[in-house]
Structure formats: structure tokens, C-alpha cells
């Protein structure tokens, strides 16, 4: 009999990480977007490493081994660091700029070091974002039913945008998979999602790190980023050995293209989490929401 599907998520990048059959790495805003971007462009390999000095001695390997330097991009508190082509806005990526460099090195505070920590797991690794949500959750689904996701998070604690993200995938998982099994933060990831109440986009926009871009001047990438299902391109990673260990790559599988009608925002369920934290709020009382439904119910 076929394993049933199940899915865990874990809510920041540092928690420990669960036995799954493939991971489904989520940096919304911005690395998974970006990410996403390059390969939707037609972007060539990209090697996702932990640092900005990491990222400059491989990009200087790379140059000396192929005679072309990559492209160097990547983020330092949000702003590209010193010496690099460019920083971390998926809007800053075009065509041109993949055609004249077909490799890059990324190196991001978050996502990137989320990749390599879901590849040191040994499962094959996918980057996934809000704009290749589906594509992404396919593939998973092809490669087993164990489903990881793993949100990059920020400084090692969950976002809301990334978890958000989660929430969205999962939502389609269910509507294919009814029958899938939920870890525990999977529900809390569907519940932030059910949370929105269908308006994805302004709830990404109350995340920390999307004020943050805002204030910065990098508003435009978060609505970019909220674009759903806007790519069918998987980005897959794979290692390949270089000195007396591996290093990381990223490179594109096809998605599935068929398209997908708009969907309708998934209604709170009776029971869930909202509704009680509703109820604490409306009744200004905390206890109640720690005592629970009996409590609520009066009884
Ligand atoms: C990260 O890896 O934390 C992000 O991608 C940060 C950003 O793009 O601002």
C-alpha cells in the first residue's frame, strides 16, 4: 500500500530537522524569490554558499577554473555587500544580465545557509518560493511522500512571511492530498495562511523583514515576491566534490505548466487556533484562550 503523504515544517532555519524524503526550502523575502527569478530568466547554475567571504573565494575559484567570473550577488543586512555585482532584489535580475553571466554565486543571512543545511541532510533540496509555489510542491511530490519544509526564517526564529509561504503550499497540498498527515507547525503554518483571509499580499506586507524592505526602499520586491504561481521552474539542488569536500549547486528542472484555476481563500475551520485567540481578544481576558474550548464554551 502507497505511503500516505505527510508533511512537517519547520519554522526557522537552526531547529532540528526531521527524517523527510525531500525538502522544500522557503526564503520568500527574498532568497527563494531571487533564486527562483534567476532560473526563470534562463540563469545557469547557481552556488549558494553561507558568507560574503565564502561567496568572494569561490567566485575567484570559479573565475580561475572556467576564465569567466560569475555573477556575485547576495545580501548583508539586506543591502548588497561591498564588492559584489548585485544585491538581493529579484528586480534586479534581467535577461541581459543572466545572459552575460550563466553562473552565479549567492550568499544571503538566511536563505542560502537554509539550503545548505537542508542539503547536508542528504534528501534532494528544492528552493521554493510564493511564485513557484505549485511547481515546487509537484516535484516534491514526485521525488516522495515525506514532505519537509523548512522555513529560512530570520536570526534564527520564524517569519511571518516564510512561514505564510508555508502555509500557501500546504493549502494546495491538501486540496490534492486530502488525506495528508500534518505535523503540528504544518497546522500552525496553515492557520497563518487561513489567517489572511485570502489577502496574501498585505499580510506579507505586515512581515518584520517586509517593513524592513520597505523602509529601505525595497518595497516593490515584496509584492514581486507575492506573485503566485507566476514561474513553473524548479530550482533543484545537487552537489558535486570539489577539494576533500562537496559544494552546493542549484539548477532548474522544468515545473509542471498546467495552470491552475484561482483559488479561494481557505475558510477558518470551527476548532482552529483564530477563532480562540478571537475569543481571548474579544473577551480581553488571556486565561480564557490558555483554558481552551471548555472554557469558551462556558462550561
Ligand atoms: C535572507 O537570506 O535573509 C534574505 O534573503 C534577506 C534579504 O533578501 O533581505
Redesign the pocket.
Known sequence: MARPVEADVVLACGEHLPAVDVWLVI?V???TT?ITRWFELGGGDLYPVASTREARELARRLSSEEGTPPLLMG?EN?IPPEGFDLG?SPLDLSRECVRSHPRAVMS??????ALLSAAATGVPVIAACVRNASAALDHALSIGPRLGLLC?G?RKRPAWDDTLCAGLILNELRESHPEVLLADSARLALLTLQSSQGRLSESMRSAD?AVF?ERIG?GPDVDFACEQDAASVVPLLHEEPEGNGMRAILHAVPGNTRPRPPRPAPEPEPDDFVQLLQYAQEEGNEAHFFLGKNKRKGQ
Not at 544571503?108 to 545557509?113: A, D, E, I, M
Open positions: 526564503d523575502l527574498r532568497a531571487v545580501e539586506a538581493n544571503t543571512s538566511n536563505g542560502t545557509v529560512a530570520r523583514h524592505l525595497y
